[in-house]
């Protein structure tokens, strides 16, 4: 707890110590690790845990085949946020998809980076419609404003696979 202040009314408030170890004012609810602090899945604030509309979808889609490895995603971040672990299809409590009308006729695996440093993969198996979302070490990845997430498709076309659809969900 911080210090007592009186206000002009007279009355007396404790003040709370308003912000987690590396916490700035760009990024007011970082722990000692520099990580967003969470609780339960949801943002943790020296006040308490609050509870905001936190997926920021996005988007991304090809008409016809795919390219070779082309961004098909790049987008910056606009707040801290995190990209769940193990997101599958859209059953996932995390929320990202992608789809495809005409599934593979081989494994399609496209990376997915975060500032450059791929942080997992979106795969589609061999006929399935439906992607398995993958992150690396199968752990969550926590993002700030600022940050760039792409999306690459494969460095080989498969002959089959088109009109990919789908979107990142950003807690």
Same mark, same amino acid.
């Given at each position: ?5 009186? !206000? ?7 003040l709370v110590?308003?912000?987690?170890a590396?916490? $700035? /004012?760009?990024?007011?609810? &970082?722990?000692?690790?520099g990580?967003?602090? &969470?609780?339960n899945?949801? &943002?943790e ?22 390219? !070779? ?28 998809t992608?789809?495809?009308? $005409?599934? /593979?006729?081989a ?13 997992? $993969?979106v795969?589609?198996? !061999?006929?399935?419609?439906?992607? @398995?979302?993958? $992150?690396?070490?199968?752990? @969550?990845?926590? @993002?700030? /404003? ?6 690459? @498709? ?6 089959? &696979?088109?009109?990919? !659809? ?6």
């Open positions: 707890m911080g210090d007592v202040v009186q !206000v002009a009314s007279g009355e007396r408030f404790q110590d308003p912000a987690p590396k916490s $700035t /004012p760009g990024a007011p609810i &970082l722990d000692a690790t990580s967003p602090v &969470l609780k899945g949801q &943002l604030f020296p006040w308490g845990q609050i509870t905001v509309s936190a997926i920021e979808a996005f988007n991304f889609s090809v008409s016809g085949k795919p390219p !070779v490895s082309t961004v098909i995603l790049r987008r910056m971040c606009s707040r801290v946020g995190y990209i769940g672990a193990n997101q599958i299809g859209s059953t996932a409590f995390d929320g990202s992608a789809k495809v009308v $005409t599934a /593979p006729a494994a399609v695996t496209l990376s997915l980076a975060l500032n450059g440093t791929v942080i997992g $993969t795969a589609f198996a !061999v006929g399935s419609k439906t992607a @398995t979302f993958t $992150t690396t070490g199968r752990n @969550t990845v926590f @993002t700030t /404003p600022g940050d760039v997430l792409t999306l690459t @498709t494969s460095g080989t076309q498969d002959t089959a &696979l088109a009109d990919l !659809v789908g979107f990142i969900s950003v807690h």
